[in-house]
């Protein structure tokens, strides 16, 4: 995260007032988005950052509405130990070789050396294949359809808040079938859970695909990811789901009595969506004057700013709570910022950085007029409307800032994605800070050989039934010449 400037050093304006513009960093913007409008901090611990509570409001709404999707397709929220015995990590071989070196290790508690290590979890697949093998005997039992809450921990080199940290928060879906059919339609049916949230509470366009066979979770048979682009052509991976198929139930011994009266293992799926999404908000809506939250998960959808001398500042932010009032009959989430001793040009920057959608500007002749003042986070100009249209009027106003969102970066992702044919047109197409589409073999080591020459990867191969991107093809391999694999082009990009 970008440091505080040194004492004594004369400031910019925008670094008082506004952030760096997305043109001239992106990098720096992003960082001091992240702090100034008051997401998150610097920790004590290295990697790790401390959310702060306009962060975490927004990370309870996520929280919240993909709760409430989970539970109404039959999940139930349990609480598992962070700490997990190094010999469960141990137990699946591509699980351990995958998460080697990001384990953090615990070997001792006090002053007393333990025996055997414990790892704070990385993910939890080993400890919850454990317990579940204590808990299934017969059939009857299946599935077994769980969600936790919680953090996670993972060394990073290079750490960048909400995308990378040491520990990140997330939730960790796992379950466990009596056929590998009943599975892999678990694991498509939260993809696809993943892809309508962002698209109709975030307004995030995002990518349904099947990751190709080296960019799989480790120790899954297949994953499956949403991908973003962030506003400098950068993918995001913003969610996943895995096939898990049997193997960690053959290593902790998660088997049943089948239908037929016969010893097998369960099937078992594993998903997950971290706190990196906030991050795919920040880069995808926010602009030169910071952040924009999409309405439906904005914790505060419109401000209201009482203006006016100071003998009538008391009387005008009575007003602006009654104002609050009405509109919080409506179901609208309402800030009246009432604070003293501040300008109203630095409380109208301050939420244009913060991202709220609407802003209501109160003053006196407007109260005697009967109309409002009305800014949209979105617009250039404000509006002078009458206090009955403006109230009566304000959700319209929030649904249409929030298809206006995504349809930007909609067309955003769309224009900035190419096809290529050839490698050139493909090392070019990347350096321009473009997705492309293009035919490969499945050669992992082709994969990192077009890593290591265009620092690009293979984001996903688009599932059938994706609005993007999806159209079945036939070609060769942009890189080797061989023929392509997939049936359709697989997308690349740069990420974070």
């Known amino acids: 995260m970008t440091s505080q400037p040194q004492q004594g050093k004369k400031d910019s304006k925008a670094q008082q007032y506004g952030v760096t513009p997305q ?25 790790a950052m401390v959310v702060r509570p306009y962060g975490t409001a927004l990370w309870e709404r996520i929280q ?16 598992f130990p962070t700490l997990i015995p190094m010999d469960f990590i141990l137990r699946e071989a591509d699980h351990v070789e995958g998460f080697a070196p990001e384990l953090f290790t615990v070997n001792k508690i006090g002053t007393e050396e333990l025996s055997e290590p414990y790892v704070m979890r990385p993910t939890s697949e080993t400890i919850i294949g454990h317990m579940w093998s204590g808990w299934l005997n017969s059939y009857r039992d299946l599935p077994f359809l769980h969600n936790q809450w919680g953090s996670v921990f993972r060394a990073e080199l290079r750490t960048k808040p909400f995308l990378r940290t040491s520990e990140f928060y997330w939730q960790e879906g796992h379950t466990a079938h009596a056929s590998e059919a009943e599975a892999r339609a678990e694991v498509r049916q939260q993809l696809d859970e993943y892809h309508a949230f962002c698209r109709d509470v975030l307004a995030l366009p995002v990518v349904r695909g099947e990751k190709t066979a080296s960019e799989r979770f480790a120790g899954a048979e297949n994953t499956y990811s949403i991908e973003g682009m962030m506003r400098d052509g950068k993918a995001l991976q913003s969610g996943t789901s895995h096939y898990l198929g049997q193997n960690f139930s053959r290593a902790f011994g998660v088997k049943f009595q089948n239908s037929e009266q016969r010893e097998e293992f369960a099937y078992t799926t594993s998903w997950g969506l971290s706190s990196r999404i906030i991050g795919a908000i920040i880069m995808t809506h926010g602009d030169d004057a910071g952040l924009i939250l999409p309405p439906r998960i904005a914790p505060v959808q419109a401000v209201i700013v009482p203006v006016g001398r100071k003998e009538d500042f008391g009387a005008m932010a009575a007003e602006a709570r009654k104002l609050a009032a009405e509109l919080q009959a409506q179901g609208i989430r309402v800030k009246v910022d009432d604070r003293e001793g501040l300008t109203n040009g630095f409380k109208y920057n301050d939420w244009e950085l913060k991202g709220v959608p609407v802003r209501i500007e109160l003053g006196p002749r407007d109260l005697e007029a009967g109309q409002l003042v009305i ?17 009566a009027g304000l959700p319209a106003r929030l649904e249409a800032i929030q298809a206006w969102l995504y349809d930007r970066a909609r067309d955003f992702l769309l224009s900035n994605t190419v ?25 992992p080591e082709s994969e990192r050989a077009i890593k290591e ?35 359709k082009r697989v997308l690349f990009g740069r990420q974070y």
Request: charged share 30%; aromatic share 10%.
């Open 23 to 47: 043109s001239q960093d992106f990098n720096d913007w992003y960082n001091e988005v992240v702090r100034k409008a008051d997401l998150a901090d610097h920790s004590p611990v290295a990697g």
């Open 419 to 443: 096809t290529a044919d050839s490698y050139e047109e493909f090392k070019a197409a990347i350096e321009a800070g473009k997705w492309v589409r293009a035919f490969h073999c499945g050669d």
């Open 453 to 487: 020459d265009t620092k690009a990867t293979a984001r996903n191969v688009p599932l059938d039934g994706s609005e993007f991107f999806a159209e079945p093809e036939e070609g060769v391999c942009v890189h080797t010449g061989r023929p392509a694999a997939y049936g």
């Open 375 to 391: 800014k949209s986070r979105t617009a250039a100009d404000k509006e002078t409307l009458g206090r009955a249209e403006a109230v």
């Open 64 to 79: 919240r509405d993909l709760d409430d999707r989970f539970k109404a397709t039959g999940h139930h929220n349990l609480l």
